[in-house]
Each structure stands twice: as C-alpha cells, then as structure tokens.
C-alpha cells in the first residue's frame, strides 16, 4: 500500500475555500428567491450542511475520477472546476446555463469536469454511477468514482441491486451515503429500519459483504479519510465500498411547492416546519461544518483571520458575479427546444 | 348541497369518507403522516394511514399484494413518473392477477399520483405518462379535470374492484368549483360535455380542458361555437359520447398534452377514424406536446406545450375545412 500522505497546508486551505464557495453559492440561490421572485422555477434544492461531506470526499480524486452525486447537485461541479456563472444560469433557465437551459438545477451535466450527469429520480443515479464504474474498469481507466446519494435514496432497489452488482463486479466505485436525517419531510427515524433499530445506516454494507463506515460529515477531514481508504482500495482492484457521512441539511428540503402563479420560497427547516423541533435545528447549526472547520484549522495554525476572511470576500465576489452573469445572461429562444433530443 | 372547495381538497374529501363507508381501505406514501398532527392519521388511526419509505417498487407490489387478500389501499404517489420505477408492478401485476387466476382474485387498489407540472419541473418531472398505461386491459385510468369531478372519480376509483391510476394534474390543484357535500360517485366511462357547442368539437383531459375551454370562449367571440368534451377516464373511454359529438359538429381536435404518439389522443383518434369517419367533414387534428422532453426554461417549456392560441388555430383549421366540403 502507499503511504499516506497527509494534507499539505495549502490543500487544507483549498478545502476550507471550496466549503465557502458552495455556501456562498447556496445562499445565493436562496436569496434570488426573495430578491428575484419567479426567477427561478420548478424545485430547487440546496446542499448547505454537506460542505464537509462533498469537499473532504472529493479532495480525494486523483485521475479525473468521475463524481455522481443525487438531483441535489449544485455543489460537486463547483469543487470540480465548473464556473459558478454557468451553473447558476442554469439555476435561472438561461441560454449560457450548463445545461442551455434545458435541466435546471435538478440536472446539472458538465462531462468536461468529470460531471457526466444527474438524475431527479430517487436512487437511479447510483445505477448510472455504477455504470460509470463499469466504464473505468473495462477502459481500465484507473479512475474510481464518487458515488453521492441521500439516506432516503437507500430505500430504492436501484441501491440494492447496484451494490450487490458492483461487489460481484468489483467495481471502481466509493459509495457516500450522505445521511442528512431527512428525505424531503420525513425524518430518518420514520423510514429507516436500521436507524429505528439504533444501527449506523453502513451497516447495510453488510447485506454485500463490502466495507461499510460511518463518519462524521460536517468533518471534512474524517470524510477525507474514510474516502481515500475506500478509493485506494477501489483503484487497487478490491472493489466497492459504503460511507455513511452523517450530517444535517440546514435549509429546508427545498422551495416550496407551489402553482404558479402563487410565488415560491424556501419554507423553515422540516425540524421546524412539520415537527417543531426547534432545538434539534439549533443543535444542528451549531454543528454548522465551515465555521467549525475554520476555527479548526485556525486553531491548528494553518489559516489566518486575514486568509479565512479574504477566501469569504472572495467567494462572495465570486458568487455576486455568477447572480449578475446569469440575470444578463438571455432565456434559450423556444424553437431550440426540439435540438437535444436525439444525438 | 355543494360547496365551493379547490379541486385538491375535492380529493382529499372523497378519500376521507371513502375511508369512512369502509374499513378495509388504506392509504400509505411517502411524506404524509409524519406526525400526529396529521388530520387523516388521527381520523383513521396509525393501522391504516401510513407513511412509506421511498420504495415505490415495495409501496405498489404491497399494495397488490394487499389488494388480493382483502384490503383495499390507496397509495400516494405524489407524482406519475414515481411509478416508473415500479413499472412491472403497475403493468405487468396489478392488472394480470385477476386474468390470469381465471377470475378468482380481485386487485382493488388505487395508484394515486399528480401528473404534468408544467412548472420549471423540466424532464423527469412534468409527464403525461397515461397513455402507456390505456393500452393494459384490467388496469382504469381516471383524471379529472375539476373539483366536482376529482371528489367523484376518487369515490368511484376507491370502489372500483380493479387497479385504478387516479392521476390529478398539478396546475388545477388550487382550482375551486362546486361540489357536491354529499356521498358523490361518477361512474367511470362517462365523458362529460362541459361545454355545448354545435360547430367543432373538442376532446381534452385535465389542465388541457380548461386551456380547451379558454380557447373556446375566443372563438366564440369570433363566431365559432365550440364543443369541449372531457372523457374523464381514459380507460373505459366513452367513445360513443365524442361520436354522437362530432355527428351534431363534424369537426374534431384532440387536445393532449403528452407527446404526440404517446397521447390519448392518438389512440381517441384511431377510434374515431374507424367508428365515426362518416360524421367527420374535415381531418381530425391533434394539438399535443412536441417531441421532446420537457425543457426546464420557461420559453422552452412553453414552446413545446399545447396552449390556447394553439388550441385556437387548430379548431380554425378544421372548421375552414369544414366549411370547404359543405
Ligand atoms: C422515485 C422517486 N420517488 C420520490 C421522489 C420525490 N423525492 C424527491 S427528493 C426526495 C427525498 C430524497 O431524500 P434523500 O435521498 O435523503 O436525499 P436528500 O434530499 O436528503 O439529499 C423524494 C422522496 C423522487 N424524486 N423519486
Ligand atoms: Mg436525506
């Protein structure tokens, strides 16, 4: 096996600013909603709360490895290398989005950044990113792929089936389950019989004889860990894995659900909204992984305030421009419409 | 007696004293239920309203498996495509069992699901999937187009001893109309003409009846009294009711939204070619979505959606031709 190398500092630093710029990015989603009403359409869902999970996860990637993550995408291509600019026209249905406008925030592709795509449907993705895995493996690649999916995700057979095929197959492949103790409203503990039980969801690794892990998710070096264990194994031939990253999503599941032309906005987190657990939500933000994560790697020395603030003006100036780009940026003209359906 | 109710809380009144009338019938889906709190979960107890994880595959073969052995349950489904994932239990169970036990079993069951939101939802999640589904002998399929109609088709759907898709189309969900406060059932396979007209006819479903109806009240102003029928289920499909239509008018558009070839409409269409040709005094014409997926950006979605100015230019063509062979 090779020897560890542990994080330099400027990697550790490059974490904390992805972790920014996914907030950041985040946030500004939100905010077109209340600042740009009718902006943005359909359901938008954001990725605050998983910084850690996505970030220490992807640090790991060597060889362009693919990442596959669920509908809940915004935040992968941005630490991929995607521009900001382009993803949040898409966000906004406009002609230089990702996507021409075509997928929305639902189904982010940039297979140029290792990206090849995303679906709306719950647990399918994990089949596609297995598939991915076949690719890498018959190309003989070296690639391992960043399979990302959510707790509720593992209620479809699609998870089932693809674990057990990817073990029998060997597959290049590190599945992270994000467990962010909610499917859209429903908590965890309504749904999932291993967390009724009191088990770790990892444990349903078990049921493929592969490596399962729980981690703690808002620490984006324990997920660094788990993952890079789990690629070195995959890149060595070994086959599969399964991480549970346990975090909490800190916006609600995602905008409201409404008829247009009543207007849409991110409702109160569910902890809130539907159970009236408010101090569940507080106990959450308290965990909030990035400020934890700064104070951490100031404490260790490695960030400066002066640095940690830059790399937060930075993002803001970042994400501020990809707004404005995408609010110029014009609508596809409708006869266009009919381009993509067939190669 | 009726009330003025929105056509979702129409559904959810025919479901609840549906429950009422009869203990046998469940109801279970993803996010419902989730505390106790919940208006149907306290009215009917944790025995029968249920949450499920998101197993649509579990959630429509239980519910066959159910519906065999005694119960009668209702699953949410929340939206059509959800029920792809399980489209073996959808197509290739549900409506077999009965068949292929040479009549012995029963299969009543409702799949329950919204359908074609037609609001930034783009590709996976805005689809008129019915028509895959019109072609199965032994499974119903029933989508109302109003209040009053989505309490009486959910009545019925729930009594029905088949597999009924009960699909309610996302854009009427705040849509309010009359309906009666009383036991209400529409029997399935009665189209209803919900506008009288003597010069074209039009057959819609769901949103697409009240874009038929918008259009129609244009061309009135323009001297063109149209006939816009709802068949309210697809299968049975009243076919007699759009003859005896197109008899008195001689003119047919079919609006859908679903894709061309993938429409009601085609197949309403092929129906009509064969059984009421001799009434028709200009070629059917078919108002659908183009062929493609649904686009997310709202230009996109637009253009390719059957609207009212399309509606409109439709029934002028038919009825310039009728006027030609007069
Ligand atoms: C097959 C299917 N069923 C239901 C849905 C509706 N749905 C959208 S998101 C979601 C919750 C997913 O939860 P999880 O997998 O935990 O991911 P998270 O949103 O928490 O990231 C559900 C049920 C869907 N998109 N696809
Ligand atoms: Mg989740």
């Known amino acids: 096996m090779r020897k560890k190398k542990a994080l330099t500092k400027d990697r550790l630093i490059w974490m904390y600013a992805q972790m920014v710029r996914i907030r950041e990015f985040e946030e500004r989603v939100k905010r077109t909603f209340v600042e740009h009403p009718g902006v943005i359409r359909g359901h938008t869902h954001l990725g605050d709360g998983a910084e850690a999970t996505i970030v220490g996860a992807l640090a790991t990637r060597a060889m362009n490895d693919p990442a596959m993550p669920s509908y809940r995408c915004h935040g992968y291509p941005l630490v991929l290398g995607t521009s900001p600019r382009k993803i949040m026209a898409e966000i906004y249905g406009r002609k230089d989005g990702l996507c021409g406008g075509f997928g929305g925030s639902m189904h982010l592709a940039d297979p140029e950044h290792h990206f090849p795509g995303t679906s709306g449907i719950i647990g399918q993705a994990i089949a596609h990113a297995t598939g991915a895995a076949l690719t890498a493996q018959v190309k003989d690649t070296g690639q391992v792929v960043h399979c990302f999916f959510g707790d509720g995700s593992t209620k479809q057979g699609a998870f089932y089936e693809s674990l057990n095929l990817a073990a029998v197959w060997r597959l290049p492949i590190v599945y992270i389950l994000e467990n962010n103790h909610y499917q859209a409203y429903t908590h965890i503990s309504l749904e999932d019989a291993n967390c009724i039980a009191g088990d770790p969801l990892s444990q349903k690794a078990q049921a493929f004889s592969m490596p399962g892990v729980t981690v703690d998710g808002t620490d984006p070096l324990k997920v660094y860990a788990a993952v890079r264990t789990a690629a070195e194994r995959a890149r060595s031939g070994k086959g599969p894995s399964l991480i549970e990253a346990k975090f909490y999503r800190l916006s609600a599941h995602g905008n409201a659900i409404t008829v247009p032309p009543v207007p849409t906005q991110f409702p109160e987190h569910e902890a809130v909204e539907v159970y009236g657990r408010k101090a569940e939500y507080a106990a959450a933000k308290k965990k909030d992984p990035i400020p934890r994560f700064r104070a951490a790697l100031i404490r260790k020395g490695v960030l400066r305030i002066a640095d940690a603030k830059r790399i937060e003006s930075e993002a803001q100036a970042e994400m501020e421009d990809a707004v404005q780009f995408a609010l110029a940026s014009p609508h596809p003209t409708p006869a266009e419409a009919v381009k993509y359906v067939y190669a | ?326």
């Open chain 2, 1 to 326: 007696m009726a009330r003025e109710m929105m056509y979702g809380e129409a559904i959810g009144a025919a479901m609840t004293e549906e429950m009422q009338r009869d203990s046998g019938v469940v109801l279970y889906g993803q996010n419902l239920a989730m505390t106790e709190r919940d208006p149907m979960l306290r009215k009917f107890g944790k025995k029968r309203v249920r949450i499920a994880p998101i197993s649509e595959t579990a959630e429509m073969g239980v519910a066959v498996g159910a519906a065999i052995t005694g119960l009668r349950p209702i699953v949410e489904l929340w939206m059509s495509e959800f029920m792809l994932v399980a489209f073996d239990q959808l197509i290739n169970e549900a409506p077999r069992l009965r068949y292929m036990s040479g009549g012995q079993v029963k299969v009543p069951l409702v799949f329950k699901a919204g359908y074609g939101f037609a609001a930034g939802w783009a590709g996976q999640h805005s689809n008129c999937i019915y028509h895959t589904m019109m072609g199965i002998p032994g499974l119903k399929i029933a989508l109302p187009s109003t209040a009053a109609d989505a309490k009486g088709l959910m009545a019925a759907a729930i009594r029905d001893d088949n597999p009924v898709v009960y699909l309610h189309h996302y854009m009427l969900t705040l849509d309010k109309g009359a309906v009666p406060e009383d036991e209400y059932v529409i029997p399935f396979g009665v189209a209803d003409v919900k506008r009288e007209g003597s010069d074209v006819t039009i057959v819609a479903t769901g949103w697409m009846v009240k874009k038929s109806l918008a259009a129609a009240e244009v061309l009135s102003q323009q001297g063109i009294n149209a006939e816009v029928i709802d068949p309210r289920t697809l299968a049975p499909l009243d076919i007699k009711t759009i003859i005896n239509s197109v008899h008195k008018t001689g003119g047919l558009v079919l609006v859908d939204q679903a894709t061309r070839h993938a429409s009601a409409a085609a197949i309403i269409a092929a129906e009509i070619a064969e059984h009421g040709s001799k009434a028709l005094k200009a070629p059917i014409k078919l108002v659908t979505a183009l062929d493609t997926s649904i686009p997310f950006s709202e230009p996109l979605e637009n253009y390719v959606l059957p609207n009212e100015e399309k509606i409109v230019s439709a029934v002028k063509s038919v009825v310039s031709r009728q006027a030609a062979t007069v």
